[in-house]
Structures are given as structure tokens and as C-alpha cells.
């Protein structure tokens, strides 16, 4: 195996276990929580967040590195933000909301904080549904301008956070920062390139 | 939520936590302790019983276990995840502590903490506890009514109000060190809310002295008021003849009012208050007007609007 083949696939091994490591430890510490359902919500939810801001950093990090293997990792990232994202949304309308669509309904158009979470919840499936490469494929140019939509996701879901906290708003605090210094930074690029 | 959280080493497993069958049986909650008490944490709980009379004010409802009761707290002056303060309270130094009562009284008095305990007898209030965030424990908690400590110290007509206050100390108090509320934490109720038979001076909960995550030594528990109302490690406790600014409504007076009476049919600004997750259960229960307790309680707020006065 050429030692770039062999770095490639490191990369991949490594975020593939990073991606499945929050589910392990979610599960593993479950039986001590106190509120298991809140438990699951939040972590879910906090590595949705946390992922999504993983994908956005693919880009940056290719650009800053020169190395374009970065590439191969963002449909891994983008898709274990989804699954996590998935789980929040099934133990919200299963445990919260007891599967009642009326109730679900009531609470996404009433309360500002789920309005947000489920908006940026369906952008994102339109760009899970299409990361196949099949998809790529038929949508060419199309695909690019599609997945844009990952930003107001990403910032949804910064908002949801922020939204939902009683008090203390140190933690929505950092995931803004991060989202904020990596939109920043693609402005900047943009900037750049126009000069 | 911190997205990386250690287990605290130190923190005794949930398994060598007395569990409500044990605890109940005395019989067997002694051979265990017996059996347990080379375990330093045991072997510490076990001095600091606190004998109770039952009262038949207690709920029937199944008890949560000692173990939730402990490592699930909001008590931000030790952090402000629920699991902060089971691992920051080691800080707090119960004895020596006094209470100071004061204002609209014709006798004000500082009382030593073992004073204040003998001035009624201890019963066994087993109460359920609703938090504002949509959650609820069942709680054996072991107290007197405020009352009969007011009584001691003869309010004036002045006396329409009571402020409670908790200890303001950032070296034993680690959480006081950021801004998340303004310290003190401050609480009150109405002088009626205060004087009535449910409103309840705590020392203990589950046969032992407080454990320090719950309000050691001395906390309220008014069981009708969402969770945040029952203000933990109380120093002074002031008569006033205006309702005293809390802590809470002066963070946000939007979402949390001076009465905060648990009411299913007034929502939170930003969620549902009509349903809560029981702790231990699996599926979310329908919350109870003022807490299950509105044949005691509902009479206090005749004529009032519950949706003006939250």
C-alpha cells in the first residue's frame, strides 16, 4: 500500500471511530443518568450540533492543510450529524411528545425553540437523502447549491440551543463561536478570491 | 450539557446508595449497615439520622430513589448541570450556621442551626417535588412548618411578605464565583403561603440530616410552587411589607413570576407545563393543578388570575 493510500485510510478509521464514540459513551453511561430520556435528548442533540460543525470544518481545514483527502471524511461527518440528529427527533416526538400529532404540531408552531430544531431537522434531510453518489451524479451543479443548505441548518440548530437554555448560556456561547469562525472564515475566502 | 463528562471516582456507585425498599425496612436497613459499614460514605450517613414522626400530609406515591434524589440537583451556586452539585458540594461547611429572622417582628432572633431544630417536632413530610423544567420526584423529606418558627418570632401587621436568603459564599459556594444569577439566591412567598400547615422548614430527607446537594442544613420546601420556590441552605429569613424581589424574577421576569404556583394551564414562555416526566418513569404523566395539592392550597388564590399572577 502507497503511504498516502495508507494515511487516507487512517483518516477515515480515525473519524469513523470518532463518529461512533459519543453513541458508545451515550449508551455506557446511561444506566447511571438520573432522567435517561433527558439524558439522550441532550447528548443526542449536543452531537448533532457538534458534527454538523464537524462537516462545516472539512472544508477549512482541506484549504489551511492543502490536503484534499480532508474530502473523503465529509460525507461520514455529515451523515453520523444526521443519525444523531435522528435519534433527538425520534425521543422528542416518541418520549416527549407520546407520538401524538397534534400535540407535536402545536408544540413545533408554539414554542420558538422547537420551531428552529425542526426546521433545521428538514433541511437536513434533503441532504441525506441525496449524499449518495448516485445522487451527485444526476444533480451535478445542482448538488453544490443544494447542500448550501447545510448553513441555515447549522445556524437553526446554534439558535434551538440558545433558545432552549433556563440560564446559563456559556455552552450555545461556544457552538456559536465555532459557527461563527467558520462561516467567517468561507467570507473571508470569498472576499479574497473576488480581489 | 458538557459533551464530555467523567464519572466523579469519588462519588459512591448507585448500588451502595440505601435504596427506598432498605431504607424503609428498618430491620433490614440496619443489617445492611451493618453489613456496609466499612464503606466511608455508609458509615458517615449512618451518624447523621434524624428521627420523624409520619405525618398524614405525605403522598402514598412511590418514593424516588435516594440516589436520584442526590445526583439530580438544581443548585447552581455548586454549577449549573444537574450533576454539578453532587461533586462541588464538598466545599460547604454546615456547622457552625445560624438563621437570622428579622424585619416585621416584634422579636428578632439569630438561631443557632441545633436551636432552630428543637423548636418543633420533626415529622416525615413525603411530598412530590415538580421543577419548572418539567420533572418531578417524590421526596420523604423531614421537617417542621415555617410556622412554627414565625410563631417564635411574633410578626407585625407590617409583616405581609417573607424573604428567604441563602448563604452568600464563593469560597464555599464555587458557583457564586460566575454571574449566572444574582447572588444571593433570594426567595419569598406571601405571609399566608408562609403561615400554611404544607409549608415546610427542612433538615432531612430520607430518615438523615440533608444531604449538602439538597439545602443542607436548613432549606424550604413549599410543595405547591414549582422547585425553584423551595430555596436550599438558608442564613436569613426577613419579614417585609412589600413582595421582595427573587432571584429568578429579577433573571427574567418574563418566564418566572413571584407566585410560580405549579399550573398545569400556564404554560413556561418558551414550553408546556402541562405534562412532566416523573423521574423513573418512561412516558411523560399530566401535571396536577398546584401540584396534586389545590384542596389545600386553591383557597389562598381565590379571585386572583393565575394567567396575570404566575
Not at chain 1, 465529509?74 to 400529532?101: I, K, M, N, P, T
Amino acid at each position: 500500500m502507497a503511504a498516502r493510500d495508507w494515511r487516507v485510510w487512517a483518516l477515515k478509521a480515525t473519524v469513523a471511530v470518532g463518529c461512533a464514540l459519543p453513541a458508545v459513551s451515550l449508551c455506557w453511561r446511561l444506566p447511571q443518568a438520573v432522567n435517561p430520556v433527558e439524558f439522550l435528548t441532550r447528548g443526542t442533540g449536543t452531537w448533532a450540533l457538534a458534527g454538523l460543525l464537524a462537516t462545516l470544518a472539512v472544508s477549512p481545514l482541506r484549504q489551511l492543510s492543502g490536503w484534499a483527502a480532508w474530502l473523503r471524511v465529509r460525507r461520514l461527518l455529515g451523515l453520523s450529524a444526521f443519525a444523531y440528529a435522528v435519534a433527538h427527533f425520534v425521543l422528542y416526538v416518541w418520549l416527549d411528545q407520546g407520538l401524538e400529532a397534534a400535540a407535536i404540531w402545536r408544540d413545533v408552531l408554539k414554542r420558538p425553540f422547537v420551531t428552529v430544531g425542526m426546521a433545521a431537522f428538514v433541511l437536513l434531510l434533503p441532504l441525506a437523502i441525496t449524499s449518495t453518489d448516485g445522487w451527485m451524479r444526476r444533480l451535478k451543479r445542482r448538488w453544490g447549491q443544494l447542500h448550501q443548505l447545510v448553513y441555515p441548518a447549522a445556524a437553526l440548530a446554534v439558535l434551538h440551543y440558545f433558545w432552549l437554555v433556563k440560564k446559563d448560556l456559556t455552552q450555545p456561547l461556544l457552538y456559536a463561536l465555532a459557527l461563527a469562525v467558520l462561516l467567517g472564515w468561507r467570507v473571508w475566502r470569498w472576499g479574497q478570491r473576488r480581489r | 450539557m458538557p459533551l464530555i463528562h467523567l464519572p466523579d471516582p469519588s462519588a459512591p456507585l448507585p448500588s451502595e446508595i440505601t435504596p427506598p425498599e432498605v431504607y424503609r425496612d428498618r430491620r433490614r436497613f440496619m443489617q445492611a449497615g451493618l453489613a456496609l459499614a466499612t464503606l466511608p460514605w455508609l458509615a458517615e450517613s449512618a451518624q447523621a439520622g434524624l428521627a420523624a414522626q409520619k405525618s398524614p400530609l405525605s403522598t402514598d406515591e412511590p418514593l424516588n430513589k435516594l440516589s436520584d434524589i442526590t445526583r439530580y440537583n438544581n443548585f447552581y451556586e455548586f454549577g449549573v448541570d444537574k450533576a454539578d452539585p453532587a461533586v462541588n458540594v464538598g466545599s460547604l461547611r454546615t456547622s457552625p450556621w445560624t438563621v437570622r429572622v428579622e424585619g416585621a417582628v416584634q422579636s428578632p432572633r439569630t438561631f443557632d442551626l441545633d436551636a432552630l431544630m428543637k423548636l418543633a417536632p420533626m415529622e416525615e413530610r413525603v411530598y412530590r417535588l415538580r421543577c419548572v423544567e418539567g420533572w418531578s420526584m417524590v421526596i420523604p423529606w423531614i421537617g417542621f412548618p415555617l410556622a412554627a418558627l414565625l410563631k417564635q418570632v411574633l410578626p407585625t401587621a407590617a409583616g405581609k411578605f417573607v424573604e428567604f436568603v441563602t448563604l452568600h459564599d464563593p469560597k464555599q459556594m464555587p458557583g457564586q464565583r460566575q454571574p449566572v444569577l444574582e447572588w444571593p439566591y433570594r426567595e419569598g412567598l406571601r405571609i399566608d403561603e408562609a403561615m400554611h400547615p404544607l409549608t415546610l422548614l427542612t433538615f432531612g430527607l430520607y430518615g438523615e440530616v440533608l444531604p449538602r446537594q439538597n439545602g443542607a442544613p436548613v432549606r424550604l420546601v413549599v410543595p405547591w410552587k414549582y422547585g425553584f420556590k423551595s430555596i436550599k441552605s438558608i442564613v436569613a429569613i426577613r419579614l417585609v411589607e412589600k413582595a421582595p424581589l427573587t432571584s429568578w424574577m429579577q433573571a427574567n421576569p418574563r418566564e418566572y413570576g413571584f407566585f410560580s404556583n405549579v399550573n398545569p394551564e400556564v404554560d413556561h414562555p418558551r414550553w408546556s407545563q402541562a405534562s412532566e416526566r416523573r423521574i423513573g418513569e418512561f412516558l411523560k404523566r399530566k401535571t396536577l393543578m398546584f401540584n396534586g395539592y389545590a384542596e389545600q392550597v386553591a383557597g389562598l388564590y381565590r379571585g386572583m388570575d393565575l394567567r396575570k399572577f404566575f
